[in-house]
């Protein structure tokens, strides 16, 4: 195993060989198929708490396909209704969540290779340094990780784009409701709603589903580049069994480590 210390204490996997590429490009298929599996399974919440709505409003759906089938026919449409603010976060942050976890361990990059990224695994391996390790060139996989690195970088910052295109949507805002008041002074108005429309909730939801298409293209991409490591065709199993202790969230492994190198270099 490529495991080494830094000079800041820092508990580092370093790629020496084939058989460390083998290690790192297999855990991270690992980590985002586990991450996939629950994404999708997320996913189809909304969707269902969907369907509950639209049956309440006797408009009966029997199933995911035929839900969104239905909010495919209605986006062009002028059906509309309005439903819980708060449902909607609730789905819309979980999904995010692992949304997020996503985008970062296919687009993260890291000059000193810390990070665990497939981006930092092809530019380790771009350099075709490596003894039975070669980089397979694909445009289209880079323009795609290319967008997850652009998506990573802005999702995890509130930056100076999102903050005036905020005041000018708080701008827009003003003018279309006159009973609104939104000036930061001494009188400081913070506006929030319970409800959410229906056009705005079934366009998340298909977005989401349009996402995991993407992260299918990236994890085929995956695979082929770990059978090249293999030299032949792989067969990923899944298997679920219950020794498989996901719970235990692999974002708290390792934190003592990094904890320890944090205050190092902060002394």
Not at 182 to 194: A, P, R, T
Not at 229 to 253: A, C, H
Request: hydrophobic share 35%; glycine share 2%; with cysteine.
């Amino acid at each position: 195993m490529g495991k080494i210390i830094t000079g800041k204490n820092k508990v580092k996997f370093e790629i020496q060989n084939k058989k460390d590429c083998i290690l790192y490009l297999g855990h991270v298929i690992e980590y985002i198929e586990k991450k996939r599996d629950i994404y999708w399974r997320l996913s189809l919440e909304p969707l269902r708490y969907l369907a509950y709505e639209l049956n309440e409003r006797e408009i009966y759906i029997e199933s995911d396909e035929k839900a969104l089938k239905f909010i495919m026919e209605k986006m062009d449409t002028d059906f509309n209704f309005d439903l819980d603010f708060y449902k909607f976060k609730l789905f819309h942050s979980a999904i995010n969540l692992i949304k997020n976890e996503m985008i970062n361990i296919i687009g993260d990059f890291s000059v000193d290779k810390l990070a665990i990224s497939y981006n930092n695994y092809l530019d380790i391996i771009r350099k075709e340094d490596i003894e039975g390790v070669k980089y397979e060139y694909s445009s289209e996989k880079e323009k795609l990780i290319d967008s997850f690195t652009a998506h990573r970088n802005f999702l995890y910052h509130f930056s100076s784009d999102k903050l005036c295109e905020w005041i000018e949507f708080r701008e827009r805002q003003a003018k279309q409701n006159k009973n609104a008041r939104f000036e930061m002074g001494k009188e400081f108005n913070i506006y929030v709603s319970d409800t959410i429309p229906y056009k705005v909730f079934a366009k998340e939801i298909i977005k989401n589903i349009a996402f995991l298409e993407e992260i299918d293209k990236v994890i085929n991409f995956m695979k082929k580049d770990f059978e090249s490591l293999i030299g032949e065709k792989v067969t990923f199993n899944i298997n679920r069994k219950s020794f498989d202790n996901s719970v235990k969230d692999i974002t708290y492994n390792g934190f003592k480590s990094h904890n320890l190198s944090r205050k190092r270099k902060n002394k």
